[in-house]
């Protein structure tokens, strides 16, 4: 193949979309999308702009949800990207965002009650992670907010469980996309691990016989 060296303005190269529910501290929460969030063991990293009122709520107030959409809710989170629970707007998003106290009902989205944090879960949402933010800091070019969180409770809608076990069925849920500014879901599956703890039958029988 033939490369081209390239200057892209962002590099979400396919991660999945996250809703953060966080708490406002006047009894209200706030509702944000974004995209770059990875999990290592029980802790999940969270990249932010560090003005947003999802970085000021857990400077303050460290517990949150992370909330997991599916490809089906991405015009509930494309609701959202414009808005913003700061007031007044950051000068630098004043030109295409308005500020939203009401993240919830702006997006058409539920809250439903977290069991061990303040901010509440995003009712439509198959996976849910209840957990509190142990360090924040602003990343090495310090433009950004990078948050590291332990995750102390886990939400899984009951159709993207294998049953009788605490393990999410990779044949039944599928995250929603951020590919470079672009909402996908998965396609078909195309194999699996050697680790993985839920193998396909398909898969582990091997490719059919020829005829």
Not at 110 to 116: G, V
Request: charged share 20%.
């Amino acid at each position: 193949m033939t490369h081209l060296t390239i200057e892209p303005s962002i590099l979400y190269a396919g991660t999945p979309v996250a809703l953060l529910s966080t708490d406002n501290g006047d009894g209200t929460c706030n509702l944000a999308p974004m995209s770059s969030a990875w999990a290592l063991g029980d802790v999940v990293v969270l990249g932010l702009g560090p003005d947003g009122r999802t970085g000021t709520n857990l400077r303050s107030r460290p517990e949150l949800v992370v909330n997991y959409p599916s490809p089906a809710q991405w015009r509930a989170v494309e609701r959202l990207a414009a808005l913003t629970g700061s007031d007044p707007v950051p000068e630098h998003k004043r030109d295409r965002f308005r500020h939203e106290p009401r993240k919830f009902e702006a997006a058409g989205l539920t809250a439903q009650a977290s069991e061990l944090v303040a901010p509440p879960r995003v009712a439509e949402c198959p996976l849910q992670f209840e957990a509190v933010a142990v360090r924040a800091e602003l990343d090495a070019g310090g433009n950004f907010l990078v948050v590291q969180a332990t995750v102390l409770r886990v939400h899984a809608a009951a159709e993207i469980v294998v049953p009788g076990t605490s393990y999410v069925d990779p044949r039944a849920w599928s995250p929603l996309i951020y590919n470079f500014r672009h909402y996908f879901g998965l396609g078909e599956q195309l194999g699996e691990s050697f680790r993985t703890e839920t193998p396909s039958a398909a898969v582990a029988a091997g490719p059919a016989p020829r005829r």
